[in-house]
């Protein structure tokens, strides 16, 4: 398959590129997470008039999840390293009527300041999986939150991947892929290591886990 580069985004380092196939790649892969990303909203009660912050928002689709609970009263902005998929992002997000998202374009390991905090909910999802800086980005994106309000993660575990029937060819995929993201800095586990980085961060213990199984 043949695939086009169609930007450099600041501190581009992300391990799987800026393509359009990418950027499909990771719509697919927000639709699979939807339902059980949409729990968790709900679990913490994200409501109207909310304020979030979806760190790392990529193709927006968080963004309509919280911009859908939080209606024409709160506000969602999504940050993420690269421009191109957040302008379209924003475009798909105000066609579809949710006006009160905004996009900003940010190198989240930079440690320059999040704007527009602090927030009632932020929200990272395979994000900090990408990140060798993780544990500083989380204690940042900890300040960005509000009193009172909620800092929601997640993240994958790939070391337990594996298919039914057990299939050769899925064995070698999943040590092909864990290599390349281990040699690019990335965390394979960073899902199963969240209750360790939320202490390293200075966070404190999650109220909660919830686990999901969907790999794209
Ligand atoms: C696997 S995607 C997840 C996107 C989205 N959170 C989702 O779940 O649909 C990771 C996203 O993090 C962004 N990203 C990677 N490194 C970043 C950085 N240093 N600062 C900001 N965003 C970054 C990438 O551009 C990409 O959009």
Do not use: K
């Amino acid at each position: 398959m043949t695939t086009t580069a169609i930007n450099r985004p600041p501190g581009g380092r992300y391990a799987l590129g800026h393509t359009p196939d990418e950027y499909e790649r990771l719509r697919a892969q927000a639709r699979m997470w939807d339902a059980a990303t949409g729990r968790l909203l709900d679990q913490i009660g994200l409501g109207p008039g909310a304020s979030c912050l979806d760190a790392g928002c990529g193709p927006g689709e968080t963004m309509r999840a919280m911009a859908e609970r939080v209606g024409s009263a709160g506000r969602v902005l999504g940050i993420d390293a690269d421009a191109a998929l957040g302008g379209m992002a924003l475009e798909m997000l105000h066609g579809d009527g949710y006006r009160h998202c905004a996009f900003h374009a940010q190198d989240l390991t930079a440690g320059e300041p999040i704007p527009g905090a602090p927030y009632d909910l932020v929200y990272a999802r395979l994000l900090l999986f990408h990140l060798p800086q993780r544990v500083d980005v989380l204690a940042r994106l900890w300040e960005a939150v509000a009193p009172g309000g909620h800092l929601l993660v997640q993240d994958f575990d790939l070391r337990g991947t594996s298919s039914l029937p057990q299939l050769d060819s899925v064995a070698d995929g999943l040590r092909l892929v864990t290599g390349a993201f281990g040699a690019a800095s990335a965390d394979v586990s960073a899902g199963a290591r969240l209750p360790q980085l939320f202490a390293q961060a200075g966070v404190g213990t999650p109220d909660g886990t919830d686990v999901a199984g969907h790999l794209m």
